[in-house]
C-alpha cells in the first residue's frame, strides 16, 4: 500500500524530467484531446468514454490496470499511487479529486507530476473518468466513497471510519474556568471498520465561583479516563448518500473523579452514528447512545442523543472549504432524582486550512439552552490532521 506520507517534495523532481516520455506522450494526447474538443463537439456533443480517456491520457502514468507505472518507465521520481489500493482509490471526495484532474496535483498540494485536463477534458468526462478509476479498487461495493466523509462535529460521532488525529478542547472562560482537553486517535480498518484510543486531559480551577473551596483550593490538572472505541459502517451508499454505523466505546477511570477528572467508574457507551448528505452541499449527522458505569451505584447511566445540520461552501471553485454547523445536544440521567432532558446547542465553524484538505480547524461555542444554573457557555474547537493524506506539514 502506499501511503501519501511517502511522497517526494515537489523540489525533488527536476523539471528537467518533463522531457520525459511518459509525461511528453501524456500532454500530446491531451493536447490532441483539446485540440479535437471543438470538432468533437460540433460533430457529436456526447462525451468519450472514460475508459478511452483512461487509455489515452492516463495509463502512460497511472497503467491500464491502475497500479502506476514503474520510476523507470515514467522517467520521473515522484511515485504514482497504486489505485488498486481500495483505500486510496475511496478515501478522497469526488470533488477533490475533479480539482485534481482539472487543475492538476498542486491544486492540493501534490506534485506537479500530475498534469491538469481542465481544458483538454469537460467537466462531464473528468467526472466520468474519476467514476471509472474508483473501479480500479476490486471490492468498491464495500468500500464507503470519501463523499460520505461529512466534517466533523465538535460533539457529534461521525459514522465514516476514518484516518485521524484529533485535539479537542472545551474551554470554560467563564466561572471557575477549565480546559478540558482530548486527543483521539482514529484508524480504519479494512472497508468499514475504525478503531480509536483517546487521552483526555485538562486543568480546572477547584475554587467555586461563589469563591467557596472544594476540598483542594486552587488550579489542578492532569490526565482524564482514558477510553477506546470501535466502529463499523453497517450501512453505506454512495447513491442516497447515507452512512450508518454502530459502535462502543469504553472509558476506565484512569482520571482523578475527586479534582473532576473523571467518572470513577468503568463506563460502557454504545452507539449509532448516520450521516445523510443533503442537495448544495448540506448534510445531517445524528449521534445517539448510552453511557453505562459498570457500577450503578458509583454512577448514573445516561442516555445521549445530538444532531448536526451543517453546510460545505467553497467560495473560489478548488479553495477553502467553510462548513458552518449546529449541533442540538441532549442528555437525560436514569435512575436520577430529577431525570430531566439537559440541552445545549453548539454553533461553530469548520474551515480547511491547507490545500490538501487534511489539516482542518473547527471553531465554536457550547451553549446551555435549560438548566444554566451553574451550567455556563465554553469555546470548543479542534485542529484535525488526516494523517493517511501525509506528514501534517504537507499540501499547504
Ligand atoms: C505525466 C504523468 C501522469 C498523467 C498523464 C496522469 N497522472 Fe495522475 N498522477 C500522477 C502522479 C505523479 C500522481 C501523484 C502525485 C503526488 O502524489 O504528489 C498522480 C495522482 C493522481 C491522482 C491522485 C490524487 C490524490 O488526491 O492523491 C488521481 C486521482 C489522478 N492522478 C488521476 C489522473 C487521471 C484521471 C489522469 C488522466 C486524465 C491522470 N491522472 C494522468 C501522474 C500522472
Same mark, same amino acid.
Given at each position: 500500500?502506499?501511503?501519501?506520507?511517502?511522497?517526494?517534495? #515537489? &523540489?525533488?523532481?527536476?523539471?528537467?524530467?518533463?522531457?520525459?516520455?511518459?509525461?511528453?506522450?501524456?500532454?500530446? #494526447?491531451?493536447?490532441?484531446?483539446?485540440?479535437?474538443?471543438?470538432?468533437?463537439?460540433?460533430?457529436?456533443?456526447?462525451?468519450?468514454?472514460?475508459?478511452?480517456?483512461?487509455?489515452?491520457?492516463?495509463? $502512460?502514468? !497511472?497503467?491500464?490496470?491502475?497500479?502506476?507505472?514503474?520510476?523507470?518507465? *515514467?522517467?520521473?521520481?515522484?511515485?504514482?499511487?497504486? *489505485?488498486?489500493?481500495?483505500?486510496? $482509490?475511496?478515501?478522497?471526495?469526488?470533488?477533490?479529486?475533479?480539482?485534481?484532474?482539472?487543475?492538476?496535483?498542486?491544486?492540493?498540494?501534490?506534485?506537479?507530476?500530475?498534469?491538469?485536463?481542465?481544458?483538454? *477534458?469537460?467537466?462531464?468526462?473528468?467526472?466520468?473518468?474519476?467514476?471509472?478509476?474508483?473501479?480500479?479498487?476490486?471490492?468498491?461495493?464495500?468500500?464507503?466513497?470519501?463523499?460520505?466523509?461529512?466534517?466533523?462535529?465538535?460533539?457529534?460521532?461521525?459514522?465514516?471510519?476514518?484516518?485521524?488525529?484529533?485535539?479537542?478542547?472545551?474551554?470554560?472562560?467563564?466561572?471557575?474556568?477549565?480546559?478540558? &482537553?482530548?486527543?483521539?486517535?482514529?484508524?480504519?480498518?479494512?472497508?468499514?471498520?475504525?478503531?480509536?484510543?483517546?487521552?483526555?486531559?485538562?486543568?480546572?480551577?477547584?475554587?467555586?465561583?461563589?469563591?467557596?473551596? &472544594?476540598?483542594?483550593?486552587?488550579?489542578?490538572?492532569?490526565?482524564?479516563?482514558?477510553?477506546?472505541?470501535?466502529? !463499523?459502517?453497517?450501512?453505506?451508499?454512495?447513491?442516497?448518500?447515507?452512512?450508518?454505523? %454502530?459502535?462502543?466505546?469504553? &472509558?476506565?477511570?484512569?482520571?482523578?473523579?475527586?479534582?473532576?477528572?473523571?467518572?470513577?467508574?468503568?463506563?460502557?457507551?454504545?452507539?449509532?452514528?448516520?450521516?445523510?448528505?443533503?442537495?448544495?452541499?448540506?448534510?445531517?449527522?445524528? !449521534?445517539?447512545? $448510552?453511557?453505562?458505569?459498570?457500577?450503578?451505584?458509583?454512577?448514573?447511566?445516561?442516555?445521549?442523543?445530538?444532531?448536526?445540520?451543517?453546510?460545505?461552501?467553497?467560495?473560489?471553485?478548488?479553495?477553502?472549504?467553510?462548513?458552518?454547523?449546529?449541533?442540538?445536544?441532549?442528555?437525560?440521567? %436514569?435512575?436520577?432524582?430529577?431525570?430531566?432532558?439537559?440541552?445545549?446547542?453548539?454553533?461553530?465553524?469548520?474551515?480547511?486550512?491547507?490545500?490538501?484538505? !487534511?489539516?482542518?480547524?473547527?471553531?465554536?461555542?457550547?451553549?446551555?439552552?435549560?438548566?444554566?444554573?451553574?451550567?455556563?457557555?465554553?469555546?470548543?474547537?479542534?485542529?484535525?490532521?488526516?494523517?493517511?493524506?501525509?506528514?501534517?506539514?504537507?499540501?499547504?
Amino acid at each position: 500500500m502506499l501511503s501519501r506520507a511517502g511522497h517526494t517534495t #515537489l &523540489s525533488a523532481v527536476s523539471w528537467r524530467r518533463v522531457g520525459s516520455t511518459a509525461f511528453r506522450a501524456a500532454l500530446a #494526447l491531451a493536447g490532441a484531446l483539446a485540440g479535437a474538443e471543438p470538432e468533437v463537439r460540433a460533430a457529436a456533443p456526447a462525451a468519450r468514454a472514460p475508459a478511452d480517456i483512461w487509455s489515452t491520457a492516463c495509463a $502512460a502514468c !497511472h497503467g491500464a490496470d491502475g497500479a502506476g507505472m514503474p520510476t523507470a518507465v *515514467l522517467g520521473f521520481d515522484v511515485p504514482v499511487p497504486d *489505485l488498486r489500493d481500495c483505500l486510496f $482509490a475511496t478515501s478522497e471526495p469526488t470533488a477533490d479529486w475533479f480539482a485534481v484532474v482539472h487543475e492538476g496535483g498542486t491544486v492540493r498540494g501534490l506534485d506537479r507530476m500530475m498534469p491538469a485536463f481542465g481544458t483538454a *477534458l469537460t467537466a462531464q468526462e473528468i467526472e466520468g473518468v474519476v467514476g471509472y478509476l474508483r473501479g480500479f479498487c476490486r471490492d468498491l461495493p464495500d468500500w464507503p466513497l470519501g463523499d460520505l466523509n461529512l466534517p466533523r462535529g465538535l460533539f457529534t460521532e461521525k459514522a465514516f471510519p476514518e484516518n485521524e488525529l484529533v485535539l479537542t478542547s472545551n474551554i470554560a472562560l467563564r466561572g471557575s474556568g477549565s480546559v478540558m &482537553s482530548e486527543l483521539v486517535y482514529e484508524k480504519r480498518l479494512g472497508a468499514r471498520s475504525m478503531i480509536e484510543v483517546a487521552v483526555p486531559f485538562g486543568f480546572l480551577n477547584l475554587t467555586d465561583s461563589s469563591g467557596a473551596m &472544594s476540598g483542594a483550593a486552587g488550579w489542578t490538572g492532569g490526565i482524564g479516563d482514558l477510553g477506546a472505541a470501535f466502529k !463499523h459502517a453497517i450501512v453505506q451508499s454512495g447513491r442516497s448518500g447515507t452512512i450508518v454505523a %454502530l459502535g462502543v466505546d469504553v &472509558s476506565v477511570p484512569t482520571g482523578r473523579a475527586d479534582r473532576g477528572l473523571g467518572a470513577g467508574v468503568t463506563v460502557v457507551g454504545p452507539f449509532v452514528a448516520c450521516g445523510q448528505l443533503l442537495p448544495a452541499g448540506g448534510f445531517v449527522q445524528v !449521534h445517539a447512545g $448510552a453511557d453505562l458505569p459498570t457500577d450503578f451505584d458509583a454512577a448514573n447511566p445516561e442516555i445521549f442523543w445530538r444532531a448536526l445540520l451543517g453546510w460545505s461552501v467553497t467560495p473560489s471553485r478548488f479553495g477553502r472549504m467553510y462548513s458552518p454547523m449546529i449541533e442540538v445536544l441532549g442528555t437525560r440521567e %436514569l435512575r436520577a432524582d430529577d431525570a430531566a432532558v439537559i440541552w445545549d446547542v453548539a454553533p461553530q465553524i469548520q474551515v480547511t486550512l491547507n490545500r490538501r484538505k !487534511h489539516v482542518r480547524l473547527n471553531v465554536g461555542a457550547l451553549v446551555p439552552v435549560n438548566r444554566t444554573s451553574g451550567r455556563r457557555a465554553q469555546l470548543g474547537t479542534y485542529l484535525l490532521w488526516d494523517w493517511y493524506e501525509g506528514g501534517p506539514l504537507r499540501g499547504w
